[in-house]
């Protein structure tokens, strides 16, 4: 038996409201307190027991968005609050329309991401391109630097949130996000970007409600 209209809706507002607070902390700080899950899975729990037993789709779909969340927590794929985000939206929605909503975000997630810094390297390097600062003192090969074009970006002063991807005249790069990488502060060679994962997490449930 499908949930009532108003659990349901309950749930979509729950999910909504906990990923675009976790963005904020996300955005603002790169930390997220591990209690913003407990806070918004707790009454996501509850209201399991204010409609009908869920039905072994639903069981179903939440285990495997658990299990993809812990994934990403224990392997450190993504952050770690990343992971805990996933496990999270699993309990509070785990279906939509007879889909699993914490599968398809996750992977629309990690979409979204790649295209978003894609896009956001290569404005960059055009910009130093056009100023005729582009990969100035590098001393790489051709096929490194079509590669660097395309993941890593001189340092902008304004930058705060930026690992540094540059050893003397020579590309570091880095395609695993290391949790213990230090950020650049006052380093002004090239780096790759530590985009908050949470905003594109919220940014997939909204396309998903919106789409579906």
């Known amino acids: 038996m499908a949930e009532p209209a108003t659990v349901f809706f309950l749930r979509q507002i729950i999910a909504l409201t906990m990923l675009s607070v976790a963005s904020y902390f996300d955005i603002k700080t790169r930390q997220v307190d591990d209690r913003i899950w407990l806070i918004f899975a707790i009454p996501g729990i509850a209201l399991y027991f204010l409609a009908p037993p869920p039905s072994l789709t639903t069981i179903f779909f939440l285990v495997i968005g658990a299990v993809i969340g812990m ?109 213990d990488e230090d950020f650049a502060g006052d380093f002004t060679g090239h780096v790759s970007s530590a985009f908050p994962l949470l905003p594109f997490m919220l940014t997939a449930l909204v396309l998903f409600l919106v789409i579906f």
Do not use: C
């Not at 340092?155 to 705060?160: G, I």
């Open 71 to 179: 994934t990403w927590f224990l392997t450190k794929a993504f952050g770690q609050a990343d992971g805990l985000a996933i496990i999270a939206l699993s309990i509070v929605f785990p279906i939509f329309n007879e889909m699993p909503v914490s599968v398809l975000v996750a992977l629309a997630t990690t979409v979204l991401l790649g295209l978003f810094g894609t896009l956001y390297n290569i404005a960059y390097n055009l910009s130093d391109m056009l100023h005729g600062k582009i990969f100035l003192g590098i001393n790489e090969k051709l096929h490194r630097k079509i590669l660097a074009f395309l993941t890593m970006h001189r340092k902008r002063s304004y930058e705060k949130f930026v690992i540094p991807s540059q050893t003397g005249d020579k590309f570091s790069f880095h395609f695993k996000p290391n949790p």
